[in-house]
């Protein structure tokens, strides 16, 4: 069970109310984009090192051929807030160990590129002027860093002089530049914690040092060991604030107090890979954001910039399509709780607020909507929107059923609100 603790409470209050946010994974793995000397890399573009087995040796040029001078930190906020999206998270630093910020404890930064300004800091002054929250992805793994162990094994560095204890105080360093001199950040978000070295200890300790820094500051559960695989959520008594699915939605939600964030990507790469153009279509990307809401989720959706510094066509544009959607329908997104159906209905999702259902329709072709179960009194049911069209309730020993107005059947996406007399009761029958 999880403990009821008021200043968590507090902590996650915006978090809980946002639901949408953008992930940016940015870093020197942009430049080569998914292709080393001339092969196309498999797998993410942020991952190059690895997966192309580059030693330290070859991947350090990439620094002086970083030069984003199309980056403008303006458009980035302003296309993240026409989309919708309530916090922006940013790699601070990934697995390779590059930072985007001026970092007084290593080279290895933006400062180091020909580009030498600190990315973190413009975008740090947009968002407190565009009024969106700002979030540091941070990599625990370093596969740069002298002290951090383990090694890969093609990495030829000698391990005699590597030392755990002085990486931890390198990286607690650079936590603390990221944490007093960029104004409040909403979420210090780990990654990377999977490898042995790391420890429950660590992770605690971690965790109460950036608490320290800054209480107001939300820890993903990555920060400590309590991560169960892809699926992302803590079993058993670990530190983290919230759970981390990866590139998947969970069947169901965890009931109140449970909190999560499904992060995925646009194509099928965090970082910017030049060849992938598997781009979900809108539909999809926001029939997984409605997912993630009536299952008591966000949805942390992920752009990988280009070198020169830009959003790719292709996401400006679904964003932009997202943030119409948004613009009319918000009001079932933002601020609302988990579906008080315990599985997804099989026409669309559900949100709620207080005693209002929002039924997200996925499928308009079919006449009517069955609410399984819901034995509260439907006060009204109308359309979201101008127009707020009437529609027609009926209660049953199943449930209630609507059906369907005519005008709906073309729609993508609409959503119909039902003031109910009072919290939704659904009884569920197992049979
Ligand atoms: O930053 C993006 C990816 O680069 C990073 N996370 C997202 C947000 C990422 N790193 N690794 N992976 C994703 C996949 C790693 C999977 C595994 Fe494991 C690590 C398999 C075994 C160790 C995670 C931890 C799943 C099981 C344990």
Known sequence: MKRIDAERERRLAWFREARFGMFIHWGLYAVPGGVWKGRDVGGVGEWIYNSAQITVADYEPLQQQFNPVKFSAKEWVATAKDAGMRYIVITSKHHDGFCLWDSKLTDWDVMGTPFKRDI????????????????????????????????????????????????????????????????????????????GTWTHAHGEDLYQFVRALQPNTIVNNRVDKGRQGMAGMTKGDFAGDYGTPEQEIPANGFGEGVDWESCMTLNDTWGFKSKDTNWKSTETLLKNLIDCASKGGNYLLNVGPTPEGTFPQPI????????????????????????????????????????????????????????????????????????????????????????????????????????????????????
Request: charged share 25%.
């Open 316 to 431: 400006i544009e679904r964003l932009g399509m997202m943030g119409k959607w948004l613009k009319a329908h918000g009001e079932a997104i933002y601020g609302t709780q988990a579906s008080p159906f315990p599985k997804p209905l099989p026409w669309g999702r559900v949100t709620r607020k207080g005693n209002k259902l929002y039924l997200h329709v996925f499928n308009t072709s079919q006449p009517t909507l069955l609410l399984p179960g819901l034995k509260t009194k439907v006060k009204s049911a109308r359309t979201l929107g101008k127009e707020r069209i009437s529609v027609p309730a009926s209660a049953s020993p199943e449930g209630v059923t609507l059906t369907l107005p005519e005008s709906l059947k073309n729609q993508p996406l609409p959503v119909i609100v039902l003031e109910l007399d009072g919290p939704p009761t659904v009884e569920v029958s197992e049979t």
């Open 120 to 195: 973190l800091k413009e975008l740090a002054a947009e968002c407190q002027k565009q009024k969106i929250k700002l979030c540091f992805y941070h990599s625990i793994m370093d596969w740069h860093h002298p002290d951090y162990l383990p090694r890969r094994g093609w990495d030829k560095r000698p391990v005699a002089e590597a030392n755990f204890a002085r990486y931890i105080a390198y990286m607690k360093g650079q936590l603390k530049e990221l944490l007093t001199g960029y104004g409040p950040i909403g979420i210090a978000w780990f990654d990377g914690e999977w490898e």
